[in-house]
């Protein structure tokens, strides 16, 4: 009788929500190789947002699944609400759990991802993945390229190459989907302000997250608490653009002053 009253519990659970990273899943999290000893976060601070989502199929599916730090969660949850509200598609979203931690893994299953305690690619401080606080979206459509000393381009993943291009809509080809550049300003309105895309080198156009500092800020506080700092972080930078391009009469439209507006309010409400 439990059983079928928790199975229609789930069941009836909306495909969006959040949930509390519990112990099984964090003890599954550590046998799979995406949590460690050395974390900067504990599961306590990291929160499962569900979503549903437009797949490259056209049709929404209800499996989407990142994992974030938990002061974090809501906005998470609003942006991809908002992504689905502007037929954005992505391919897929399962836990890093699925990946054994492998990040080339998920990249290659075009795998858009957040929580995973790892390094920063050929580096050894922490991701900012490592602390809930980065995401990525779409990896073949928005790979990573670093470049060698002669200039020559390598991406990851390597089919990601096709996509070298950042034009979505092009003479004589079809339109493509899921490129990063259309969500920028949705990422930054819930405040992930930096995009990998901004990059000089290495470029990861798949790539959004806070900044170090905010990240390291919010992780030494209470969950309560640094949802209180978070949303006030978001709200500055909300009230910041609203106010610059009210001042410059800024219409929707005009994406170079947009741009202009984004990065001094960044500058503004990243400053120490």
């Given at each position: 009788m439990f059983a079928a009253m928790a199975s229609h519990a789930e069941n009836t659970r909306p495909a969006s929500h959040i949930a509390e990273v519990?112990?099984?899943?964090?003890?599954?999290?550590?046998?799979?190789?995406?949590?460690h000893k050395s974390a900067p976060v504990s599961?306590?601070?990291?929160?499962?947002?569900?979503?549903?989502?437009?797949?490259?199929?056209?049709?929404?599916?209800?499996?989407?699944?990142?994992?974030?730090?938990?002061?974090l969660a809501d906005h998470v949850q609003a942006i991809f609400a908002?992504?689905?509200?502007?037929?954005?598609?992505?391919?897929?979203?399962?836990?890093?759990?699925?990946?054994?931690?492998?990040?080339?893994?998920?990249m290659r299953a075009n795998n858009t991802s957040a929580f995973?305690?790892?390094?920063?690619?050929?580096?050894?401080?922490?991701?900012?993945?490592?602390?809930?606080?980065?995401?990525?979206?779409?990896?073949?459509?928005?790979?990573?390229?670093?470049f060698e000393d002669a200039g020559k381009a390598s991406y990851l993943p390597a089919a990601g190459s096709t996509y070298a291009n950042r034009l979505a809509v092009r003479p004589g080809k079809s339109t493509?989907?899921?490129?990063?550049?259309?969500?920028?300003?949705?990422f930054a309105e819930?405040?992930?302000?930096?995009?990998?895309?901004?990059?000089?080198?290495?470029?990861?156009?798949?790539?959004f997250q806070i900044s170090r500092s905010l990240a390291k800020k919010l992780a030494a506080l209470p969950v309560a608490q640094a949802q209180v700092v978070f949303n006030d972080y978001v709200k500055n930078y909300r009230n910041c653009t609203r106010t610059k391009k009210t001042a410059a009469g800024l219409a929707d439209n005009n994406i170079a002053k947009a741009n202009t507006v984004k990065a001094r309010c960044v500058n503004a409400v990243d400053k120490p």
């Open positions: 519990d112990a099984g899943m964090c003890q599954t999290m550590r046998e799979m190789d995406v949590l599961c306590t601070q990291l929160r499962v947002v569900h979503f549903s989502y437009l797949g490259f199929d056209g049709k929404v599916h209800d499996d989407g699944a990142v994992m974030v730090m938990a002061a908002t992504l689905l509200q502007r037929k954005f598609a992505l391919a897929g979203a399962q836990l890093m759990q699925h990946y054994r931690g492998d990040d080339l893994a998920a995973n305690d790892r390094a920063i690619t050929n580096g050894g401080a922490h991701s900012l993945h490592a602390y809930g606080a980065a995401i990525d979206i779409n990896p073949i459509q928005n790979p990573f390229v670093q493509r989907k899921g490129m990063a550049e259309e969500v920028v300003d949705v819930h405040g992930f302000l930096i995009w990998g895309g901004d990059w000089d080198a290495p470029i990861d156009y798949q790539h």
